[in-house]
């Protein structure tokens, strides 16, 4: 892929150096150390978010079990989904049966694990 000019020294910059520091001290240990994952999905994916970009991204090359939680109105892309080992649609934190199922969805999870 062809790097376009204004993104030239990026992977240089101190801010990105630090957000890789930061990431490979505190992020991808909790990864790795985590039988299973989950990802809160809350936008309608117009938003990017970089830092839930970089957690799944290592959660799916490190072959961890996904659970996906999606917020109402929450947009999964079609790739995402199919990565996803278990998906808990329209979840609203203080929905008590949203609970009951996120709880069964974890439970269901780590037996399988």
Known sequence: MARRKDSEGWEDSEGWKRYVRDFRKNGLPKIMNSAVTLSIISSDGKDFDTKQATELGAIL?????LLL?????????????RAAD???F??????????ERLQRAIQE???NV
């Open 86 to 88: 278990t998906i808990v």
């Open 90 to 99: 329209d979840w609203t934190p203080s929905d008590e049966e949203s609970q």
């Open 61 to 65: 090359l490190l072959g961890k079990p």
């Open 69 to 81: 939680v999606a917020m109402p109105g929450a947009m999964i892309p079609p790739g995402l989904a």
């Open 109 to 111: 999870m780590v037996r």
